[in-house]
């Protein structure tokens, strides 16, 4: 039996972009010297984007069920019998109902232990509704899978992690979204993974405020004294090492961001604007706090460019390889702490470069 991971990956969109990286990434050989790769579609689709796509030869070895997973080999488990319309770059009923029913396997796989860890092609959170699902994307529908009170989404790069405060909400529901409880627990879930995850023994996170120039003492809102600033000494007290509330166009302007481990944004574009302008092609969305590891790509669907070899497979990648970094540091850690319960000496952790490693 290998020792490699098991890396389950769901295949998106069918008329978006997902199965060009998906087929992109996995046709370098050298992937499978670090993992046993399962995606959960369909042939007759993955041959129609290879096709598309003109992807050469390339082709999967096909299986029944996660456990039959052929080492040196990119597996994949045929999640319907039926033939599917695949109409690229269009949004579709058919393009969110295949997505779902990819996305339900892998993550059965996943929670029953089948597969080590999740790397999930982009959805169209519209067409994929269903009396099945009905969220805002994936980071919350496997929170409910996954049981956890609370998740966070975690963008990381080589040189820069943002998480969010709130998510998938509208713009005008935001400041009664933030309040100094939520704030506390996603400083929590940021500190607690950048140790268990990324083995940074000390992290330091930044804060950003909600209002331009952080409110400018009061003068442009009141939310960073009454809320944000109470939440940050709060979790300082509690041993998390964080500062702030900076504001968010010079923090990262001036690069200030570089002098942190990660960074806590209040809403969705206030972080993701500037972390998809710095690392859009090798930035990875990971889902913190659940029990079992999830990645994926920071773009979306892409259906601009579906079907014409347009599409970049960087983040892909690198959104396979942590995956796979995270999956190990968890582990090892758990051995080291259990070493450790037993009388096996001091953990040690070290700062975990990901880029350096994936390379």
């Not at 269009?90 to 996943?110: C, F, I, M, N, P």
Request: net charge negative; proline share 4%.
């Amino acid at each position: 039996m290998s020792d490699k991971l098991k890396i389950g990956i769901s295949i998106g969109d069918v008329n978006g972009i997902g199965l060009e990286v998906i087929i992109k990434t996995l046709s370098n050989p050298a992937i499978l010297n670090y993992c046993t790769p399962i995606v959960y579609g369909h042939t007759k689709v993955s041959s129609f984007h290879r096709k598309a796509n003109n992807l050469g030869d390339f082709s999967f070895h096909v299986i029944n069920h996660a456990n039959q997973a052929q080492v040196k080999k990119a597996n994949m488990i045929n999640c319907w019998e039926e033939d599917v319309k695949i109409e690229l770059g269009q949004v579709t009923e058919t393009g969110g109902k295949y997505a779902l029913l990819s996305l339900e396997r892998a993550t059965a796989d996943l929670v029953n232990g089948d597969i080590d860890a999740l790397v999930t092609a982009p959805i169209n959170k519209h067409n994929i509704q269903s009396e099945t699902f009905k969220f805002p994307g994936h980071t919350e529908y496997l929170q409910e899978k996954s049981g956890s009170k609370d998740v966070l989404m975690f963008l990381i790069s080589e040189n820069l992690r943002v998480g969010v405060v709130t998510g998938h909400i509208p713009v005008k529901d935001v400041p009664t979204s933030i309040t100094k409880e939520k704030i506390l627990s996603k400083l929590k879930l940021i500190n607690e993974s950048l140790k268990k995850d990324f083995w940074i023994e000390k992290p330091k996170i930044a804060v950003l405020g909600l209002n331009p120039h952080a409110s400018d003492n009061g003068l442009l809102g009141a939310e960073e004294a009454e809320i944000i600033t109470p939440a940050i000494q709060e979790a300082y007290d509690k041993g998390i090492v964080c500062f702030g509330p900076y504001p968010a166009d010079g923090f990262f302007g001036n690069g200030s961001y570089k002098q942190f481990d990660a960074v806590l944004a209040m809403y969705h574009d206030q972080g993701l604007i500037p972390f998809k302008t710095l690392a859009f092609h090798n930035g990875v969305n990971y889902t913190a706090g659940l029990n079992f590891v999830r990645t994926s790509p920071d773009h979306g669907t892409g259906y601009d460019i579906a079907g014409k070899d347009l599409a970049d497979s960087t983040s892909f990648t690198e959104a396979l390889f942590s995956a796979i970094h995270i999956v190990k540091n968890r582990r090892e850690q758990e051995e080291l702490l259990s070493n450790q319960l037993r009388g096996g000496g001091k953990v040690v952790e070290t700062q975990f470069d990901i880029k350096d490693d994936a390379s």
